[in-house]
């Protein structure tokens, strides 16, 4: 068994029960989107950046700024333009007296950072962007400002409109621990939205979500220490890296997932563990988690995205050939 420290049973335990807390807090507010809340949750708690993709009202903001509330966390909002510069998010040095510069900090310097429509932005604020996201850290001019230690990056992409936007690159997805797809409602959740709204919910107002913040910046260290001694086996380890592995040469696949995605998929593994209260990881784990894991990190062939064939559909079909240890 691999864990990066000993974990009791009682901190599995305690430590689900606060992740399941926070599980519930945020499907009260964000109404038919399970799936994607557990594995935001996830996600914040492997300590990894999340790509959020979904046309426009599918609760993208309203999911990370709800986060942020249930956390005690500061949230910021940037909105991605193609004219904005890489100070815009970094921040400058401003002059105050003759040789005397000041630091001015930027929205990165935040907690929780929602990056709107990323993909809108132009090459040298991806750059700067991508630093922060790899480092944790900014630069300006020469100097290194370290970010919070609860820095995570919420990037947001309409998967439809395409005009006036730049494809990112795959660096800078790999760095993504997750893509989360947002879909539309069914008829009666989007029918209990209604009701919400009657019952006098805002979105813009967060007294009204109903969330009791019960964790914070300590509390989410804590929740990230244990997970990460989550037990994997031998066996498990070699599964993952055989999933991975198979994206470099399946025929229908371009570009496979990197090295960087194996680690994500057991960063992700453990977290699930934990909210599953279990001190252990098993395969339903790791078939759970590869494909938000991979499904950024892979390129279909040109010829079968013509035909309607998605990353999604090509992930299925490696997982269901692929063994998983008993």
């Known amino acids: ?33 399970e799936e994607a809340v557990r594995i935001l949750v996830s996600a914040i708690i492997a300590r990894g950046h999340v790509l959020l993709e979904g046309v426009p009202g599918t609760a993208k903001t309203l999911l990370v700024r709800t986060l942020s509330v ?27 007296t003759a040789g005397s510069f000041t630091f001015r900090p930027g929205p990165l310097f935040g ?29 300006v001019d020469g100097e290194s400002h370290p970010l919070s230690a609860a820095f995570t990056v919420f990037a947001t992409q309409n998967p439809i409109e395409f005009e006036g936007t730049y494809p990112l690159p795959e660096a800078e997805l790999d760095r993504f621990i997750v893509k989360v797809i947002l879909d539309y409602p069914e008829a009666e959740i989007e029918q209990g939205i209604l009701r919400r709204v009657l019952d006098g919910f805002e979105s813009d107002d967060t007294s009204s979500y109903g969330v009791e913040p019960d964790l914070d910046a300590d509390g989410l260290a804590e929740l990230r220490r244990v997970s990460r001694g989550i037990r994997v086996d031998q066996r498990l380890l070699e599964y993952m890296t055989t999933i991975v592995r198979a994206t470099r040469t399946a025929p229908a696949l371009t570009l496979g997932a990197s090295p960087r995605a194996t680690v994500a998929l057991l960063r992700m593994t453990q977290a699930a563990a934990l909210l599953d209260a279990r001190e252990f990881v098993i395969p339903d784990d790791v078939k759970a988690a590869a494909t938000p894991v991979l499904r950024h990190r892979v ?6 995205e013509l035909e309607g064939v998605s990353a999604d559909t090509v992930l299925k079909s490696l997982l269901e050939k692929i063994e998983a240890p008993a």
């Open 1 to 33: 068994m691999a864990g990066s420290e000993t974990v009791t049973r009682e901190e599995v335990v305690g430590q689900s029960e606060v992740a399941r807390s926070l599980v519930a807090q945020l499907g009260q507010v964000v109404l038919g989107q």
């Open 299 to 304: 390129v279909v062939a040109p010829e079968l």
């Open 70 to 96: 249930a956390l005690r966390l500061a949230f910021r909002r940037i909105q991605f333009t193609p004219d904005l510069m890489p100070s815009d998010i970094t921040g400058i040095n401003v002059m105050f």
């Open 111 to 139: 907690d929780l950072i929602l990056a709107d429509e990323i993909n809108r932005a132009p090459a040298k604020t991806q750059a700067a962007l991508l630093e922060a996201m790899q480092e944790r850290t900014v630069t």
